[in-house]
């Protein structure tokens, strides 16, 4: 996934939201969460050098996520109740994150216990620039499909009233 995240983010939140009304901070925190996963886009450049895959860092573990999703339910839980529905926004949204990855890129599904990576479909060095594999191959149309729906979800969204001054 090189352009769906963030909208998959959106995508969810907005579902949530209608789910949940009146709860705070839902579409930021889904947004957020769908896009956190690849933070690890900064070590992998300035410190790792390119050197390892990101999908191998604990961002990307799914254990990971669920982990800290469940003990950070629990706390908001217990501390700021109007809350959970954002925390279940952004950890169902990082998870939603990995998933979306598999489409197309390996992902360790298992980590840190098994390091059998998983995709769905590998798309091959075609081009000697690998963004350019990726955006011709038909997986990309996938990707435009999520970024279609979130535009469609944003377009037909009720705008409120504008007030007769």
Do not use: K
Request: hydrophobic share 55%; net charge neutral; with cysteine.
């Amino acid at each position: 996934m090189l352009i769906a995240h963030l909208p998959s983010g959106y995508i969810l939140g907005t579902f949530m939201r209608r789910h949940w009304p009146g709860s705070p901070g839902i579409l930021g925190a889904a947004m957020v969460g769908s896009a956190i996963p690849d933070i690890d886009m900064l070590y992998f450049h300035f410190i790792d050098g390119g050197r390892t895959h990101h999908h191998a860092y604990m961002t990307h573990w799914l254990l990971f996520w669920a982990a800290t999703g469940l003990l950070s339910l629990i706390l908001v839980n217990w501390r700021a109740r109007s809350y959970v529905a954002a925390t279940a926004a952004f950890f169902a949204a990082a998870m939603l994150h990995m998933i979306l990855d598999t489409l197309a890129s390996p992902i360790l599904w298992l980590m840190p216990f098994d390091r059998q990576a998983f995709e769905l479909v590998t798309v091959p060095a075609s081009y000697s620039n690998w963004v350019l594999s990726f955006v011709l191959h038909w997986t990309f149309a996938c990707e435009l499909l999520v970024c279609g729906w979130a535009l469609w979800l944003a377009l037909a969204r009720p705008r409120p009233a504008a007030s007769a001054a």
